[in-house]
C-alpha cells in the first residue's frame, strides 16, 4: 500500500516521502481501516520533528505519519464487536495511508453519510468543543479567540454563537497594539473579558490576560508566536487567573464511557449542514507535497481516498 513516511525526525517537507510498505496485519481487538480522508494539523508536523512528550513518539525508520482521521473498516480482529462497512473517525497513528490498523477501543463511529470532509479531522470540532468548556464563560459573557480564522478558533465561534456567548476574534497581529485593550472595554461595555481561548501566546496573551475579570480563566491549546509571554505573579494571584493548557482529548487515552455523551452532541451538530468549516484543500497522497506546505498553521487540509 501508498504511505507517506518518515525515517528520521526533522522538517517535515524534507524527511516525509511517499513509499510503498507492506500491508498492516491486525492482531486481537485491532480492526483494518480503508482511509477515506486524514486531516493536516500543527500536531502532525510536532509528531514529525518528534516534539510531542510520551507517549506520542515516532518509531524510526518508516513511521507513518498522521495522526487522525476516518475510514470504512474492512476487516476486524478477534475481541472487536465492530461491523465491517463501518465508517470511523479516530486519532491514534499511521493515519497517512491508504490503509491503518487501530485499535478497536480507539474508534469513533459516525452515521454511513456523514461527510467524509468533516469525520477526518473529528478532533477539531472536539478541541473546539473542550476548549469553549474549559474556558467556564456563560452565555452574555465574553471570550476573546485568537487566531481566529484557523480551523479550531472558526469552530470555537460557531460553538460559542449557539451557545450565547460573546466572542471577540483576533488575528495573529494583533500583539502590541496599544489600542487593544481600549477597544475590549469598549466592546465588553467595561464587562472585561471572562475567558481567553489561545492558541499565539507572546505578546497577545499578555494583553488579554490583562482584560479579563477576576477570576478570568485562559486556554492554551497552541503557540504560534515565536515570542514567549511574561507575567508576574501578582498577574496572576491578584487577579485569580487561572491558565489550563489543553491537549485533544483523546492525546494519549482512548474514548470513555464518560466521553460518549458529548461526543454524540459534537457529532450531531458538526455534521449539520449549517455546520460550515474553512476547507482548503483535499490531496491524494501522491500530492502530499503541495497538501504540507500551505496547511501549516492554516485552515483545514485532508489526504483523500474516497
Avoid at 496599544?178 to 481567553?196: A, E, K, Y
Avoid at 483523546?250 to 464518560?258: E, N, V
Wanted: one cysteine or more; glycine letters at 10%.
Amino acid at each position: 500500500m501508498k504511505a507517506i513516511v518518515f525515517d528520521r525526525v526533522g522538517s517535515p517537507q524534507d524527511v516525509l516521502e511517499l513509499r510503498e510498505v507492506p500491508m498492516p496485519r491486525i492482531q486481537h481487538g485491532e480492526v483494518l481501516v480503508r482511509m477515506v480522508s486524514a486531516s493536516i494539523n500543527p500536531g502532525d508536523f510536532l509528531f514529525v520533528q518528534d516534539l510531542y512528550p510520551e507517549p506520542k513518539k515516532p518509531v524510526l525508520p518508516q513511521q507513518i505519519a498522521g495522526n487522525h482521521g476516518a475510514g470504512i473498516v474492512v476487516e476486524t480482529g478477534a475481541g472487536s464487536d465492530i461491523r465491517p462497512g463501518t465508517l470511523v473517525a479516530f486519532s491514534y497513528y499511521n493515519t497517512w495511508a491508504e490503509y491503518a490498523v487501530v485499535p478497536a477501543e480507539w474508534l469513533i463511529p459516525l452515521p454511513a453519510d456523514y461527510p467524509v470532509e468533516k469525520a477526518g479531522q473529528l478532533l477539531n470540532p472536539i478541541t473546539a468543543w473542550d476548549a469553549l468548556e474549559n474556558s467556564l464563560v456563560q452565555p452574555g459573557q465574553w471570550v476573546a479567540v485568537t487566531a481566529a480564522s484557523s480551523s479550531v478558533a472558526t469552530m470555537v465561534l460557531e460553538y460559542a454563537r449557539r451557545r450565547g456567548v460573546n466572542v471577540i476574534p483576533l488575528g495573529r497581529q494583533a500583539p502590541g497594539d496599544p489600542l487593544l485593550r481600549q477597544r475590549i472595554m469598549d466592546l465588553t461595555g467595561g464587562r472585561r473579558l471572562h475567558g481567553v481561548i489561545d492558541c499565539v501566546g507572546g505578546p497577545l496573551l499578555m494583553d488579554l490576560i490583562d482584560c479579563l475579570v477576576l477570576g478570568g480563566q485562559v486556554v492554551i491549546y497552541g503557540g504560534m508566536a515565536n515570542e514567549r509571554f511574561a507575567l508576574h505573579n501578582f498577574d496572576v494571584l491578584l487577579k485569580i487567573v487561572t491558565i489550563k493548557p489543553y491537549i485533544y482529548r483523546f492525546f494519549d487515552r482512548p474514548p470513555g464511557s464518560s466521553d460518549w455523551h458529548s461526543l454524540e452532541q459534537i457529532i450531531e451538530s458538526f455534521g449539520r449542514d449549517d455546520f460550515r468549516i474553512p476547507l482548503g484543500g483535499a490531496y491524494p497522497l501522491e500530492e502530499f507535497r503541495k497538501a504540507i506546505q500551505p496547511a501549516r498553521g492554516k485552515n483545514y487540509f485532508a489526504f483523500s481516498n474516497s
